[in-house]
């Protein structure tokens, strides 16, 4: 404890890129050079930032390119929390009639890659920004397709607090009863105490009924 | 077999490098134009443009069957026959029989040199005399099928004529406003009819035969035997029903219907092999491509060197377009129609949504050749754009004339609507008919709206690399993994797991 005290009194936190002589930054600058060679990263020191920036060029058969500006920040959470991906020349419109969200793009340019607690980055894996920009290529596949007929190509949730509800329906087994019972717990719209009845209509305790399996997702809901 | 970016510029580097200084002199004197013309020698020919149609062929070719069928064929052929005689004889008409676009003659007259008035009353005349000739010596010719009836259009004009080769049968092309707009004129069936260039240098006899229909069009009225010969004579035309009859019956003896066959074609129909004793019946489809605005490309080509140019890019665009339907895709070019490509796919057999399939994967191939390899190329191509219609029916696949100077004809409903919908479609369009759309697989239909004004379904910028899309699009649907290989510049996503590469298993996306 005394350790840890002198150190948050005597100096900064450094900045994740710095964090053990820069080991993670390093790493990662191999496996870009090595697989997406067009992005380059960029750090602001002044505000502690990293971003990876340049075109990531989608080849068709055919031998029609198609080049897409990427930009990715890091946050300084980073590697423990997953780089947020932008389309940073906004490339990508609304299809006609249609809002940006369909396309999953915030107004911003922003990816929505996946719904937060079905994010598949480990920090751990050596090749977790690897995994990630070949999602974001897919990502950028899969916007082309939409361009040419404003279909989704794939699964995708719904927008918003409704997509959240069914990651916790398939999280129940797709049980849409049980869903309508345990959502509002999990996504902190209703308040059951352990001792009351459990909302799924059991007749227990919710503590000896869903409590576990409410907290376990609930869990993972509130992580992101 | 399939389109390819890199290969196409290619192609078509070679073939300007290859094609040599182009001349575009005005025809100031009698000459045989298909020995005259060359792709790269042309003249400015000012001349007399009549498109002849006969709508019933096409109905028809696509109903007949057995014995009717083969009655219909033989007598497409002998229409064909003793038409081009009565367009190409001396003392006749003395014309150009340009080709038959299936049952619809092109023909040009362009002597005596710079004649307004001879040209132009050559237009008319000739509409008048071939409704002579179906109604009174054809159409009784042939009892036992229903009454054929014609219907027409000619304008008067410069128009520049080349040719697509030096070996093999002829192709002459004629680019410009009277070659087009001939076309365009033409009316329900029945009607003949002219534009306000031929009217005005009309000699004062036939003027009166004409009345106007609308903005600069007018439609030519009927006439008794008696003022025909007249106008015949007066014009030193020398034909007669009686004769024409004389001929037809001689054609009848020398083609009888037991020497027409037709049959259907289990490999690729060899265009050469075919003649009035041995046509195909085929499900095909038939594609139209046309150079939009290449009418007023040319027209605007006022000095030497812009017509030089314009052609230059006209031979690029119709020799890349023949290569992607011959050799990216497997099918039949059946014709170049002025600044236009007809196509034909009727492989594997029988088989219509595969064959349909063809069809649209070689328009988007033809449209990724305009947009991406002869833009770059040739950027004086920039203002032009391909409009491209599609239908698929049962086809009659044939050729008519004599060696040297032999069309390829396809008739029936799928050619006359594909070029329909084609007519309809602007610069960058892929046009299908309903029922070319209802035949499409599910993954590309998306790709087509319905415009109900056209009653089409149209698709714009449609790429190769768009139908290699729809084709993925059905991958992800599934939920699949896809492969994502990266390379020095470029990724690529491709269908399934491939060892070359990292498996990712697509996300499913949200959005807050």
Same mark, same amino acid.
Not at chain 2, 104 to 127: C, M, N, W
Not at chain 2, 168 to 186: Q, T, V
Not at chain 2, 357 to 384: D, F, H, I, N, R
């Given at each position: 404890m005394a350790a840890r005290w002198f150190h948050q009194k005597t100096g900064p936190v450094k900045p994740w890129y710095e964090r053990d002589s820069g080991v993670r930054l390093a790493a990662d600058r191999v496996l870009v050079a090595g697989n997406f060679p067009t992005l380059a990263f960029r750090i602001d020191d002044k505000a502690q930032m990293v971003y990876l920036e340049g075109p990531l060029s989608i080849h068709s058969d055919c031998g029609i390119d198609t080049s897409i500006e990427t930009r990715l920040v890091f946050p300084r959470t980073y590697p423990d929390t997953e780089p947020i991906a932008f389309d940073s020349a906004r490339r990508f419109k609304p299809y006609p009639g249609k809002d940006i969200k369909d396309r999953h793009l915030s107004s911003t340019g922003q990816c929505c890659l996946w719904l937060p607690p079905r994010s598949p980055w480990r920090p751990s894996d050596a090749n977790a920004l690897r995994s990630f920009l070949d999602q974001v290529i897919v990502f950028w596949d899969r916007q082309l397709i939409y361009d040419d007929n404003g279909k989704w190509p794939g699964p995708a949730y719904d927008h918003d607090e409704q997509g959240y509800r069914q990651f916790v329906q398939e999280e129940l087994n797709d049980d849409a009863g049980l869903t309508d019972a345990l959502a509002p717990l999990v996504l902190g719209r209703l308040f059951v105490g352990r001792n009351e009845a459990c909302p799924c209509g059991s007749r227990r305790k919710f503590k000896k009924c869903h409590l576990w399996r409410v907290e376990e997702i609930r869990r993972r809901v509130v992580r992101h | 077999m399939s389109w390819n970016l890199q290969k196409s510029v290619e192609r078509i580097q070679k073939y300007v490098a290859d094609l040599g200084e182009i001349q575009v002199e005005k025809l100031v004197k009698d000459a045989d134009l298909s020995a005259l013309l060359t792709p790269t020698n042309c003249r400015q020919v000012y001349g007399a443009h009549v498109y002849v149609d006969v709508p019933n062929f096409s109905e028809l070719a696509s109903h007949a069957e057995g014995e009717d069928f083969r009655?219909?064929?033989?007598?497409?052929?002998?229409?064909?026959?003793?038409?081009?005689?009565?367009?190409?004889?001396?003392?006749?008409?003395?014309?150009?029989?340009?080709?038959?676009?299936?049952?619809?003659?092109?023909?040009?007259?362009?002597?005596?040199?710079?004649?307004?008035?001879?040209?132009?009353?050559?237009?008319?005349?000739?509409?008048?005399?071939?409704?002579?000739?179906?109604?009174?010596?054809?159409?009784?010719?042939?009892?036992?099928?229903?009454?054929?009836?014609?219907?027409?259009?000619?304008?008067?004009?410069?128009?520049?004529g080349t040719k697509n080769g030096l070996a093999?049968?002829?192709?002459?092309?004629?680019?410009?406003?009277?070659?087009?707009?001939?076309?365009?004129?033409?009316?329900?069936p029945g009607q003949m009819r002219v534009t306000a260039a031929i009217f005005s240098a009309l000699p004062l006899r036939l003027r009166k035969l004409c009345s106007s229909v609308a903005d600069g069009v007018y439609q030519i009225g009927t006439t008794t035997s008696t003022e025909l010969a007249e106008i015949c004579d007066e014009m030193g035309v020398g034909w007669n029903s009686d004769d024409s009859s004389e001929r037809l019956e001689e054609d009848k003896r020398l083609f009888p219907l037991k020497s027409v066959e037709y049959s259907e074609a289990d490999s690729a129909i060899d265009l050469d092999s075919l003649g009035v004793t041995n046509n195909k019946r085929v499900c095909a489809a038939s594609l139209f491509a046309d150079v939009s605005g290449f009418t007023k490309y040319v027209d605007a080509a006022q000095a030497e060197e812009d017509r030089k140019r314009a052609l230059k890019v006209f031979h690029a665009i119709r020799k890349e377009m023949a290569h992607v339907v011959k050799h990216d895709f497997s099918g039949?070019?059946?014709?170049?129609?002025?600044?236009?490509?007809?196509?034909?796919?009727?492989?594997?057999?029988?088989?219509?949504?595969?064959?349909?399939?063809?069809?649209?994967?070689?328009?988007? @191939?033809?449209?990724?050749?305009?947009?991406?390899?002869?833009?770059?190329?040739?950027?004086?191509?920039?203002?032009?754009?391909?409009?491209?219609?599609?239908?698929?029916?049962?086809?009659?696949?044939?050729?008519?004339?004599?060696? @040297?100077?032999?069309?390829?004809?396809?008739?029936?409903?799928?050619?006359?609507?594909?070029?329909?919908?084609?007519?309809?479609?602007?610069?960058?369009e892929v046009s299908l008919t309903q029922r070319a759309f209802q035949l499409l697989d599910e993954h590309f239909q998306p790709q087509f709206n319905l415009d109900e004004k056209r009653n089409l379904y149209v698709a714009s910028n449609f790429y190769s690399d768009r139908f290699e899309r729809a084709a993925k699009a059905a991958a992800y649907g599934a939920g699949a993994a896809v492969t994502v290989r990266t390379a020095s510049k470029t990724a690529t996503v491709v269908r399934g797991g491939e060892a070359s590469g990292r498996q990712v298993v697509p996300s499913k996306n949200w959005s807050r």
């Open positions: - | 009655r219909v064929i033989q007598a497409i052929h002998l229409y064909h026959r003793e038409v081009a005689r009565i367009v190409e004889n001396p003392e006749m008409f003395d014309g150009v029989r340009i080709h038959f676009q299936g049952p619809k003659l092109h023909a040009l007259f362009f002597r005596p040199i710079d004649s307004s008035e001879d040209l132009a009353g050559k237009a008319v005349l000739l509409q008048i005399i071939l409704r002579r000739f179906v109604d009174r010596v054809f159409n009784p010719a042939f009892p036992l099928l229903p009454g054929l009836t014609i219907s027409g259009g000619a304008d008067l004009g410069n128009a520049i093999g049968d002829r192709e002459l092309l004629f680019l410009g406003a009277p070659a087009n707009y001939a076309a365009k004129i033409i009316g329900a039949l070019r059946i014709q170049y129609q002025g600044d236009r490509i007809q196509a034909l796919f009727h492989l594997p057999k029988n088989e219509d949504a595969a064959i349909l399939k063809k069809a649209v994967e070689t328009a988007a @191939g033809l449209q990724s050749s305009m947009e991406y390899a002869l833009k770059q190329c040739l950027p004086e191509a920039g203002p032009l754009g391909l409009a491209i219609g599609i239908d698929l029916d049962v086809t009659l696949v044939s050729k008519i004339g004599t060696r @040297g100077q032999r069309d390829r004809i396809c008739i029936g409903y799928g050619v006359e609507n594909a070029a329909r919908a084609q007519e309809k479609s602007a610069g960058g």
